[in-house]
């Protein structure tokens, strides 16, 4: 099915939701046919109700698909409203971390098809990477249709098992805030070493973002990329020598990683 001709119920229009729904509408998605629930709509999301997108009202005939993107602790008093909806012949998209499959079988009865999904947010500038795993009850037609709704946002990725979405949350749904979190480090190393905030900053941010587009543009694996920075006994192998000993820097980003999936666990257990 294409974009244009389809039918979306949107159900939570905060950051990822507002990425997703932006990358949609700029690839053709009608806002005529987009029915958004969201207490606090956005000046943007407002606007979109001028194109004839309707806000905070439910649509009359089954959507195609039911997006659901609100946070996994009011997930089950968000689905209260919208329970109908959760019909055979509608795709229900969920990007919750840690609501599991199982919750929307309950909720809207055990032939439902449901796709879930674990985005992030550089789907706002169309180069996000999202993670897929579906139920047994989604046909082709509705797992192409999933796809082609996250590939309009970036890349993505098909997961063999829903158990895997613990790991992915942890390492590329939350990922974007560990390199920030860098950027944000780098910032305050550049200041320790003498530079101004300012001019720390404009280094370290343009540092991340132009190793990021190398990652994207170069056919190089990033330890070749590490590696032609690296000259022999130079001042990258200073710094290495500090961030890599006794592998410090594995060590922090797998427990980092590893406590995000904790919490990926604990949410689907609530
Ligand atoms: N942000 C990310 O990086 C990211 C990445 C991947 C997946 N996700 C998932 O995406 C979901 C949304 O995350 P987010 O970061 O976009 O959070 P968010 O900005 O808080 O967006 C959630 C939105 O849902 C609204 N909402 C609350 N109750 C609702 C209801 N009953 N019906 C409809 N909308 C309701 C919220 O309004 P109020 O603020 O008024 O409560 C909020 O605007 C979460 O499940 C998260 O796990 C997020």
Known sequence: MKL?????????????????????????LEPGNVHVLEPYPSAWLQQ?????????CLPKSLPDVLVLATKPQIMS????SIEPFGSQST?????????????????????????????NTPAAIGAGITALVA??????????????????VGKTITLETEDQMHAVTALSGSGPAYVFALAEAMTAAGVAAGLSETIASQLACATVSG???????????????????????????????????????TYLLTATVKAAARRSVALSDT
Not at 48 to 56: A, I, P
Not at 77 to 80: G, L, M, P, Q
């Open 4 to 28: 244009t001709d389809l039918s979306v119920l949107l159900v939570g229009c905060g950051k990822m939701g507002s990425a997703l729904l932006k990358g949609w509408l700029d690839k053709g």
């Open 211 to 249: 190793a990021g587009r190398m990652l994207e543009e170069t056919p190089d694996s990033p330890s070749t990329l590490r590696e032609q920075v690296t000259s022999p006994k130079g001042t990258t192998a200073a710094g290495l020598d500090v961030l890599q000993r006794k592998d410090a820097l």
């Open 48 to 56: 979109q109700t001028q194109q004839g997108l309707r806000l905070n």
């Open 91 to 119: 795709l229900v998209l969920s990007i919750a971390a840690g609501s599991p499959i199982r919750l929307f079988e309950d909720r809207f009865g055990a032939n439902v098809a449901v796709v879930r999904a674990m985005p």
């Open 135 to 152: 139920n047994n009850n989604v046909t082709d037609d509705q797992m192409q249709l999933a796809e082609g709704l996250m590939a309009s």
């Open 77 to 80: 008093d968000a689905i209260a």
